[in-house]
């Protein structure tokens, strides 16, 4: 592995990294995509150097001006895990046009719904997608252009081959990048309330990239597996490896534990994202097979608070100076705070426990956090904000330079998210907790979730930890149902059902949870399609209202 230094910090747009690297390292492999398997039954894969990824990005940056595409023009991106995605996006930002990244898990409803909103002008996608978009008019008011990666079908428009050969024999120079030049929107999943788009600038995508790598000490020629597709994209802005695993990214709790281990040992992988659904699979599979990972340095999990459970077997699993960091953020703002498995599992996870919340570590440097008095309407100013002193549970709130100024033509969701501090934009991130006396963040669960009965008020966080503690519980959820809270339970495996009376003892011992007498067992709760992580809440206090 390179030096840190090995890639300049000063840069605006972040597909010049790609560049710097096929400089730097033009024949080291940039991505592994499985395609398929040998004669033996092992996974085949092919690759992009570093130089082949420039090569190809810049093709199609070529290729897309010379089709009088100008900066700032929205490109709607509907391409699966493949090299052909990082080409993709690294072109598209090289040509300072603006991709518009919606989760497919959101439903078609929804999809029609955002790409409405955003309105591309140009749509590329995989055959699949293009179907989708002919039957069911998404975007059908604003895309002019039609870009289909892989084989041509019965509608108009080039291929992504056919732009690629437009654009690689072209030398014209590209417009140069600003640093408040769109440069993404990117939608929510909208797991607690409608899709958003997130509108990134180029200087957010950069205080992003410079944040992680000097938060996780992140040295080019690691090797990294991520399982969620987004996050590989930071991978080459960081110097990094990236082998794309054989799963369904859209399935994380469903990933075959033996394929990941696979990738794992083949490439000797040193850095994995994954989600908390993820771990969970590979670490009781790890337990089961008595299995470790030498090769790993560094475990990084997103999309919902990690369970201490969770934490404990990946690091059975890990070399003893080894990492599990759990970063704590949402697509608005990312990262805000991190913190690393020794001081959960030491520490924070008995705090978890008697009802205080999950500690999401320390904010990042770049981060200035205020904690600031519930307030479910608009804040215009700070002036306007009271905010609380440690310990007092508030709407957690960021500031800094990878805070996104505002969502993509919703200035009512603007309005409700933002407020002016000073000249600068602060994001209230929907979350409630609150900072310890050690400077600490803590996450006490959704806003919006918050179960209020009275002059009483329950937090999801606080009340789950208390319940995710029991040995028969694999995790809880709190929910509002005939005007009371109610927690529902999902069991560990082969577990039977704690009697009403423990639970409303667990209950009244904790002031987090004191009042709560209600209790309804569920055989597998909803959850978010983009982590498998995240609980639809929502959906389960319509369930035990039906009961």
Known sequence: MEPAAAIPRVTVNVASHVAHMATARPFAPAIHFPDGRDRRGRVRYTHYTYAQLR????????GLHSLGMKPGTRVALMVRPSLELFSLVFGLFEARLVPVMIDPGIGLTNMKACLARARPEVFIGVPAAQLARRALGWAKDSVRTVITVGAPGPWPGLTLDAVERRGANRRSALPPTAPDDLAAVLFTSGSTGPPKGAVYTHANFTAQVEAIRRMYDIRPGEIDLPT???????????????????MDPTRPAKADPTKIARAIEDFGVTNMFGSPALLNTLGRWGERERRTF??????????????????????????????????????????????????????????????????????????????????DGAIARMADARVLAPGEIGEITVRGPQVTLRYWDAPEHTTLAKIDDGGAVRHRMGDLGYLDDAGRLWFAGRKSQRVEVGDRTYFTAAVEGIFDAHPAVFRSALVRAGGAPVVC???????????RSELRRLADAHDASRGITRFEVHPGFPVDIRHNAKIKREALGRWVEAR
């Open 55 to 62: 090569d190809h990005a810049g093709a199609i940056a070529r």
């Open 228 to 246: 969620f597709p987004l996050f590989a994209l930071f991978d080459p802005a960081l110097g990094m490896t990236t082998v794309i695993p054989e």
């Open 294 to 375: 030498p090769c790993l340095r560094r475990v990084i999990s997103a999309g919902a608070p990690v369970p201490p459970h969770v934490l404990a077997r990946m690091r059975a699993m890990l070399p003893p100076d080894a990492e599990v960091v759990t970063p704590y953020g949402a697509t608005e703002c990312l990262p805000v705070a991190s913190i690393e498995s020794r001081e959960v599992l030491s520490e924070t996870a008995a705090a978890t426990a008697a009802g205080r919340g999950v500690c999401v570590g320390r904010p990042v440097p770049e981060a200035d956090v205020a904690i600031l008095a519930i307030d």
């Open 489 to 499: 339970l999902e069991l560990e495996p082969g577990q039977s059902a704690p009697p």
